[in-house]
C-alpha cells in the first residue's frame, strides 16, 4: 500500500535521514540532484522567444524520473524538499514540471536536518518561488549563452577545444595579473637589526630597531655607533587590550578556515561539509551569512556556560558585511552546541569540530590581554630600541580557538621577563641582518576564494565548482614548486667587535598555489582584448547583483538577459575581424650561442614547445616541450636552450645506460627500463652520474628494508602511496584494513591481507551471463548489486542475488526484452501491411 505523503530530497543520504524523523505517512525519496538541465549539445536557447530554454531529462536521470512518477501518481500528497536556495529552489521546479505536479505543490525548506527543523517545515509549507528559479535560470541561460558563442571563436582565434565561462574566466584572469604581478616585482633589501639582552636568571630580552636600515653600510655605521654604548630601559609602557571572536563561518570563510587549518581544498570542504549536513549534524553549508538564529544563540549559551562557566559567555549577533547576504539564513553552526564531535571519517570529524569551535567561540567573551612596550636608550646616539610582549590576563574565547595565524600580519608576542625603567641592561649580541621585499603572494584556492568574495563575484554555490573548472581545464595548475637559493649578508656585534659574514637561504618556495598556464594566460588576453566586459571584474560583480534582483521579484529575467545579449552577440559576430592571437605565434628568444640556430617559442597543437633551428635549414629544427613552471611570455632564450639538452645520458651503472629526461611526473633517471625520480633539490640539467646512482641506491635500499619476507617465492614490501598504506607482492598492491599498522605489520599479517583480497575478489561474481557479458551480479562493499556494463543497480530487499536470471537483471536495469519488443511492434505491423 502506497504512503499517503511522498517527500522528495536531492540526496539519499538526506532522504535518509529525513524519513526517521517523518511518521509512517511519509515515504522519502532522492532525485539525486537535477533531473533535468539544457542539453549537452546544441544551444538549447530560443533567442527570438524571450531567451526560453528547452530542458531534457538527463539520460542517467531517465529511470528516477520514472520510479518518482509513479510514487507521485499513487501518493495523496506531494512535497519537494530540495536545499533553501536557488539551486535547489530550480531543482524542485524542475520536478514540479517533469512529475506534472499542479502548482499548489507544496514546497518546504530548512536550513538543518533536525528532527524540529523538519517537523516545523511540514507545519509551514509553501509554493513554489518562482522569482528564486528565474534568478537560477538566467544564471544558466547567460552561462550557456557566453560559452556556446564565445567558444567557437576562442577555437578559430587561440586553438581548438577551448572554453570561456562567465565567471571561470574572470577567475583566470585574477590569477593571470597576479603571476604578472609577482614577475615585474623588484625585491630590495634592508637589515633589520636585533638585540638580545642577557638579565638575571639566565633570562633573555630581545629588542628591536622600530626601522629597517636600507644598505649595509648604514647597518655597519648603526652598529658602530653601538660598539661600548650603555643600554638603558628608558620607558616601560602597559597598556590593557582585548581580542574579539571571528563570526560564525560563511561558505567562504569556512573555505579558507580549513584550507589554512586542515589543509583541504575548497571541493573536500564542501564534500566533508555536505555529508555533516546531511547526517544532521550541522546547518545548510552554502550561506553567506553570519546571523545565528535565537534559538542557536540560546544553545550555544547554554552550552558555554555549563562547560565553561559564566564568565566565558557573551552575547553576540553579527551583521553580515555582504549586503547581497540573506539575513534569513543562518551562518554553518553545529546543529547541537553540546556534541564536539561528529562525523563519519576522520576528515569529516576534523572538519565538524572547526565548525563547531568557530560557532562556539562566536559567542564567548573577549580574551583580555597586557600589552608591555619596553623602549630602550641607547647612549652613542638617539636611536632606540624596542621591546614588545603581551600576558593574557583573562582567556575568554581563546579557551576554544583562535583564527588561522595568517590572517594576522603581527608575529605572536611572549611576555617580557621583569624590567624597571633605568635598568642598564647588558648586551649579548647584535644582530643586523639583510631581509628582502616579497612580492604578492600567489593565490591559493581560499585566497582566491576570499578575493571572488571581495569583488562580489559568484557567490557561495559557486566558489568550488569554478576553481574545480579552471583546474580541470588547464587554464590553471594547482601545485607545489620549489624556492631558489640567494645569500643574504649579515652583521654581527658581540664583545664590541663586528664581524660579517654571508649566508645562503631558500625563498619562493610555493605550496599547493594556483600557476596560469600558458594556455590560461593566451585565452585570458585574448578575452581582455576583444570581450573585455564577459572578464571585467566590476561587470561580473553587477551581473551577480543582477541575479539577486531577479531573486528579490526586483526585475524581470529576460530583460536581464536581453540587455546583456545585445552587446555580447554584436561583439561576437565582430570577431571575425580580430586578429589571431599574437602569443599563439613564434616568440623569438635569440640565437643559441654554441650552434648559432635561432631559438624560438611557441603554443602547439599539443601546447607550448621551444624551437632549435630554422625549418629553412638543411637539417630539421630540434623540439621540447616546455615544463609547466615556464611561460611562453617570460621564458629566457638561456632557459629555453636548457631544454634541449634533455634527454641526456649522464653515465654508466652495472654496464647500462643512466637516462636523464622529464615526465608527467616530473624529473626522473631512467635505468634498466626502471624510472627513478629526481628530488625537488635535484636539477635535470644539472645532476652528474655520482647522483643519479646514489638516487638509485636509495631507492633499493629503500625497498630492501621495507621488504617483510617472500610469499610463494616472491617478496612481500611495504609501503605509504596516495590510497593509504599498502603491501606490495607480485607486482600487486593490498590496501591494509582500518586499525592495522604499517610501521609494525608482520609477514604472517601481510599475508593474511593478500590472501583475503584474493578471496575477496574470487568470491566478488555471483553470476555472470555468457549470452551477455556486459551484465554481472556482484557482491560489493555495501552488499550485492548488478553491473550493466558501467552501471551499478540496486538489488531490492528480499531477492537472492544468486537467483537472478538476466531478463531480470535487465528489467531492474530499466532494460527490459519487454521494451525492445515494443520498439519492435510498428516494424512488424510495417511488414504486415506489404503483405
Not at 552575547?315 to 556534541?339: C, D, G, L, M, W
Amino acid at each position: 500500500m502506497a504512503k499517503k505523503n511522498l517527500v522528495i530530497v536531492e540526496s539519499p543520504a538526506k532522504a535518509k535521514t529525513i524519513e526517521g524523523y517523518l511518521g509512517g505517512d511519509f515515504q522519502v525519496k532522492s532525485s539525486y540532484g537535477h533531473v533535468r538541465d539544457l542539453p549537452d549539445k546544441g544551444l538549447a536557447i530560443d533567442i527570438k522567444n524571450g531567451f526560453l530554454p528547452t530542458y531534457e531529462v538527463s539520460p542517467d536521470k531517465v529511470k528516477v524520473v520514472n520510479e518518482l512518477r509513479q510514487l507521485a501518481k499513487s501518493s495523496q500528497e506531494v512535497w519537494l524538499a530540495t536545499d533553501d536556495d536557488r539551486e535547489g529552489e530550480a531543482i524542485s521546479w524542475h520536478l514540479k514540471e517533469t512529475l506534472g505536479l499542479p502548482d499548489s505543490t507544496k514546497r518546504i525548506v530548512f536550513r538543518e536536518i533536525t528532527k524540529g527543523a523538519i517537523q516545523k517545515a511540514i507545519q509551514n509549507p509553501r509554493t513554489i518561488n518562482q522569482d528564486l528559479v528565474n534568478a537560477q535560470q538566467a544564471r544558466r541561460v547567460l552561462d550557456r549563452l557566453i560559452g556556446f558563442e564565445l567558444s567557437p571563436v576562442l577555437w578559430e582565434k587561440v586553438k581548438r577545444g577551448l572554453s570561456a565561462g562567465r565567471v571561470q574566466s574572470v577567475a583566470v584572469r585574477l590569477v593571470v595579473e597576479r603571476e604578472r604581478d609577482i614577475d615585474k616585482f623588484k625585491s630590495k633589501s634592508s637589515f633589520k637589526v636585533v638585540a638580545l639582552f642577557r638579565l638575571e636568571g639566565g633570562k633573555v630580552l630581545q629588542a628591536e630597531l622600530a626601522k629597517n636600515l636600507e644598505t649595509a653600510e648604514l647597518a655597519r655605521t648603526f652598529l658602530e655607533k653601538c660598539r661600548g654604548a650603555i643600554f638603558t630601559i628608558k620607558n616601560l609602557e602597559t597598556k590593557p587590550a582585548k581580542k574579539s571572536p571571528a563570526p560564525p563561518f560563511t561558505t567562504s570563510t569556512l573555505q579558507q578556515e580549513a584550507s589554512r587549518k586542515l589543509g583541504y581544498s575548497v571541493a573536500s570542504t564542501m564534500l566533508y561539509a555536505q555529508k555533516l549536513y546531511e547526517a544532521g549534524k550541522i546547518s545548510y553549508m552554502r550561506t553567506d551569512s553570519t546571523n545565528l538564529s535565537e534559538e542557536a544563540i540560546s544553545k550555544s549559551k547554554a552550552s558555554i556556560i555549563d562547560q565553561f562557566g559564566d564568565s566565558y559567555s557573551q552575547v553576540r549577533k553579527y551583521k553580515t558585511k555582504n549586503e547581497s547576504a540573506q539575513e534569513a539564513h543562518e551562518a554553518i553552526r553545529p546543529t547541537e552546541f553540546s556534541v564536539a564531535s561528529a562525523g563519519e571519517t576522520r576528515q569529516e570529524q576534523r572538519l565538524y569540530e572547526l565548525i563547531w569551535k568557530r560557532a562556539i567561540a562566536s559567542q564567548m567573551a573577549d580574551a583580555q590581554l597586557e600589552r608591555t612596550t619596553a623602549t630602550i636608550g641607547i647612549s652613542t646616539t638617539s636611536e632606540e630600541l624596542i621591546a614588545q610582549g603581551e600576558v593574557i590576563k583573562f582567556d575568554g574565547f581563546l579557551k576554544v580557538y583562535l583564527e588561522s595565524k595568517d590572517d594576522e600580519d603581527e608575529e605572536s608576542k611572549g611576555m617580557l621577563p621583569p624590567l624597571s625603567i633605568g635598568q642598564v641592561l647588558d648586551l649579548d649580541n647584535m644582530k643586523a641582518t639583510e631581509r628582502f621585499s616579497r612580492p604578492p603572494a600567489r593565490f591559493t584556492e581560499a585566497s582566491l576564494v576570499k578575493e571572488l568574495e571581495e569583488r562580489g563575484i559568484g557567490r557561495p554555490s559557486t566558489y568550488a565548482p569554478t576553481i574545480s573548472t579552471i583546474i580541470k581545464r588547464e587554464y590553471v595548475v594547482k601545485e607545489d614548486r620549489p624556492g631558489k637559493e640567494r645569500s643574504f649578508q649579515e652583521l654581527v656585534l658581540k664583545d664590541n667587535a663586528i664581524r660579517e659574514s654571508t649566508g645562503k637561504e631558500t625563498y619562493g618556495t610555493e605550496k599547493a598555489k594556483l600557476f596560469p598556464t600558458t594556455i590560461g594566460m593566451i585565452v585570458n588576453d585574448f578575452l581582455v582584448q576583444n570581450f573585455d566586459n564577459v572578464v571585467d571584474f566590476k561587470f561580473t560583480a553587477d551581473m551577480e547583483e543582477e541575479f539577486d534582483k531577479i531573486a528579490e521579484g526586483q526585475i524581470e529575467w529576460q530583460r536581464m538577459i536581453d540587455n546583456f545579449y545585445k552587446n555580447f552577440h554584436s561583439t561576437i559576430e565582430q570577431s571575425s575581424s580580430a586578429e589571431k592571437s599574437s602569443v599563439t605565434s613564434a616568440r623569438e628568444l635569440g640565437i643559441d650561442p654554441k650552434t648559432g640556430k635561432p631559438v624560438s617559442v611557441r603554443l602547439g597543437k599539443y601546447g607550448p614547445y621551444a624551437q632549435l633551428g630554422d625549418s629553412k635549414d638543411e637539417q630539421k629544427p630540434q623540439y621540447a616541450n616546455l615544463p609547466k613552471d615556464k611561460l611562453l611570455e617570460t621564458i629566457t632564450l638561456e632557459e629555453a636552450i636548457e631544454l634541449f639538452k634533455l634527454p641526456r645520458t649522464v653515465g654508466e651503472y652495472e654496464g647500462k645506460e643512466l637516462l636523464v629526461n622529464i615526465g608527467k611526473l616530473g624529473p626522473y633517471v631512467k635505468f634498466d627500463d626502471k624510472y627513478f625520480n629526481l628530488t625537488p633539490e635535484d636539477d635535470p640539467y644539472t645532476i652528474d652520474e655520482e647522483r643519479a646512482v646514489q638516487l638509485i641506491e636509495e631507492k633499493r635500499a629503500a625497498e630492501v628494508s621495507e621488504m617483510l619476507g617472500l610469499f610463494e617465492n616472491n617478496p612481500i614490501t611495504k609501503g605509504k602511496g596516495r590510497f593509504g598504506p599498502y603491501v606490495k607482492h607480485d607486482g600487486k598492491f593490498f590496501s591494509l584494513p582500518r586499525g592495522m599498522n604499517l610501521a609494525t605489520i608482520s609477514l604472517e599479517e601481510a599475508i593474511t591481507v593478500i590472501q583475503n583480497k584474493r578471496n575477496a575478489e574470487a568470491n566478488k561474481v555471483i553470476r555472470e551471463f555468457p549470452e551477455n557479458p556486459s551484465v554481472k551480479v556482484l557482491n560489493g562493499q555495501y552488499g550485492p548489486y548488478i553491473q550493466i556494463g558501467k552501471r551499478n543497480v540496486r538489488i531490492p530487499k528480499g531477492t537472492d542475488p544468486a537467483t537472478l536470471t538476466l531478463e531480470q537483471c535487465l528489467e531492474l536495469g530499466g532494460e527490459t526484452p519487454a521494451a525492445e519488443e515494443k520498439e519492435k511492434k510498428p516494424a512488424r505491423k510495417k511488414a504486415e501491411s506489404k503483405k
